[in-house]
């Protein structure tokens, strides 16, 4: 009973292609759910653009990659000295964010590959100023820890534009021939590249190649059952009563798949808060508008979403599709676990 993603083939890869042309240096990113797609589809559709590093999340994510795509592999996730699970190949490029872990890493593999992170203005990992810059200097001198081979510095930068002083500032203490940037918006890293030619800057990036042209991608779920229902039955786990006439339609998607999931942080505003909402958050009293469409609106959720299915309730009036058709859904991709994938 699938949950599918459909991807208009040729418009999300000529979305692909122009992209990576437009941004010389760009490391696709490939994590988590793979943006709705898997990430080892992405790490294919990476191997398929030619480019010669994806970033993954997470040392378990490396997995799901190498056999895929053939360059190299940036984790994104700071090494630490108590992770048990990470690949020491030679494509794995990991990323330093503490300087005792440089000393740590070199003593536990052969001439690993290291990308040092800033502590930027997100305060998520990293080193702060004057350490980075340190041992920046220590690395390029060799003298960092034994072997260890420096691949280049990373910004991680908070969404939005504005960003070009706090890289100024990093790169005016740093010595970094290659910065990898996330978060940075086309027109800085033209500003950027036009006052530092001699400096490589490679921008990590997901949803905008992936996610990118919207148009291209459609989730529908399929009409699994459909009943009948009339004021007052009873339904559902809870049992709350039907309050008018209608049809019960049980659709693919569940609590599994993410559905009724939002990620609190894209809804900066009142309004984007109503909107995440609408779009399938559960509300203090329990009633919810689900993001299932059917005849053209978004229908209201029952009771919350059971683990593989939901359960939206259609008024009677409404065109109730038949058991088996697809109805439109408004998911968040980064969110969502899709049954499957089709690519025209
Ligand atoms: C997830 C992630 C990215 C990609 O973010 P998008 O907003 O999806 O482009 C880049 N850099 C880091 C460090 C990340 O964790």
Redesign the pocket.
Known sequence: MPLSLYVDGPRWRDHLTATVAAQPGLVP?A?GNG?GFTVGRLARRAEWLRVPVI?V?TYREVAEVERRFSGDILV?EPWRPFFTDVPYGERVIHTVGRADDIQALAARTVRPRVVLEALTSMRRHGLPQTELADLSWLAVNGRAAPGVRLEGQ?L?LP?GTGHIAEVERWLATVPARRWFV??LGADELTELRGRHPDIEFRP??????WLGDRSALSARATVVDAHAVRRGDRVGYRQRAVTREGSLLVVAGGTGHGIALEAPTAAASTRQRAVALARGGLDAVGRALSPYVVDGKQRWFVEPPHMQVSMVFVPAGAAVPDIGDEVDVHVRF?TTHFDQVVIS
């Open positions: 990113v994590k943006y970033a999340g994104l990373a991680h969404l996330s978060h990590r990036v997901g949803t905008a190649l980064t």
